[in-house]
């Protein structure tokens, strides 16, 4: 989780009304993370939240960001404006990332060039593929103006484009996760996910949410010091639902009692659970200060150091890639011929 920890914390200090395309976005997936840059960047709490985060580590993000802008040609402070995560897998090994934005895609095309990445054409779009420090493939490409997509399984990119070209369907409006991508006012991230067990911290809740036949949750900030975070608990019938929210109702005295981990009896306290016909509501309103505690737990501030000289030497590489290294001698001028 610690690598989706700090993409997300970069992603939050971005900050718009393009908003992704649902058609244009590939079915099949078991669960979509949606953040909305925009509505983060316009959100005091957000604001607030970074200022206590990040004050000693501002310049290390700047730094990372500008080291991403080295290797991708994306500036994360001013290109992104939504981002969602697909996936089969793990949260932080999603199978394809779809974002929008205002791209320069003649800079990012260049840059991975320069990358040494290897390219390919798949219905006019270019498909750049790039090695990881790992020795892992990742995959992006840009196939219309603001939408980048990348993923570590090629397959997922060429679907994506499909859609985008409009030869294959994408999400049905009528989908489950659909409801989770739309954008809504101050609302800052969504998910949907077929299989909420992977929640499941202990048995009691493990077996209440395997009566779950998909959840959504919900993160808005509407004021300075609020934040509303919910989940939706969908099953089949009322009766599973009330017997759902009985195993969410011990779960929660469970963590009271127990006071570990610190943050799920934190949120246990403030929990307030109900049943609605086939669904079951937990809604946990926060303040600033619960919050921060939270992101800190969840070691939302820890960035990876970058060094001056990390900077220095991807600089560097790109300057001699594009043919204009540092120190470089001007060409002579050759004289031209005398007439006889």
Avoid at 97 to 126: N, P
Avoid at 266 to 276: F, P, Q
Wanted: hydrophobic share 40%.
């Amino acid at each position: 989780m610690k690598k989706l920890s700090i993409l997300l914390s970069a992603l939050c200090l971005c900050a718009a009304a393009w908003a992704a395309d649902l058609s244009r976005i590939p079915a099949g997936y078991d669960w979509a993370v949606r953040l909305d840059i925009h509505a983060g960047g316009d959100s005091p709490l957000i604001s607030r939240l970074l200022d206590n985060l990040f004050p000693r580590n501002r310049e290390t993000l700047a730094r990372r960001v500008r080291l991403f802008k080295l290797h991708s040609g994306i500036d994360l402070s001013q290109d992104l404006e939504e981002v969602i995560f697909l996936g089969n897998r793990q949260l932080d090994d999603p199978d394809l990332v779809y974002v929008t934005g205002r791209f320069d895609a003649r800079l990012i095309a260049q840059t991975l060039a320069m990358r040494g990445t290897r390219k390919e054409v798949y219905r006019k779009t270019d498909i750049h593929t790039y090695r990881m420090q790992n020795g892992s493939m990742y995959f992006l490409a840009l196939p219309t103006p603001g939408i980048v997509l990348a993923g570590s399984r090629k397959e997922g990119v060429l679907r994506a484009i499909d859609c985008v070209a409009g030869v294959r369907r994408g999400l049905p409006p009528t989908a489950p996760s659909a409801r989770s991508l739309v954008r809504t006012k101050s609302r800052i991230a969504t998910m949907y996910t077929g299989n909420p067990q992977q929640f499941a911290v202990n048995p009691i809740l493990s077996a209440g949410l395997a009566l779950a036949t998909s959840a959504e949750l919900t993160l808005d900030a509407p004021g300075h010091d609020r934040a509303d975070f919910r989940i939706t608990l969908h099953t089949d019938s009322p009766q599973a639902a009330q017997g759902m929210q009985q195993a969410l109702f011990a779960a929660k005295g469970l963590f009271l009692y127990r006071k570990e981990p610190n943050e799920l009896a934190e949120l246990a306290k403030i929990a307030h659970i109900a049943a609605k016909g086939n669904d079951v509501h937990v809604h946990f309103p926060l303040n600033a200060k619960l919050l921060l505690r939270l992101c800190k737990t969840m070691q939302l501030h820890e960035i990876g150091q970058v060094s001056e000289q990390d900077l220095r030497q991807a600089e560097a590489f790109m300057k001699r890639k594009s043919g204009t290294p540092k120190n470089r001698p001007a060409p002579k001028k050759t004289p031209p011929p005398r007439a006889r």
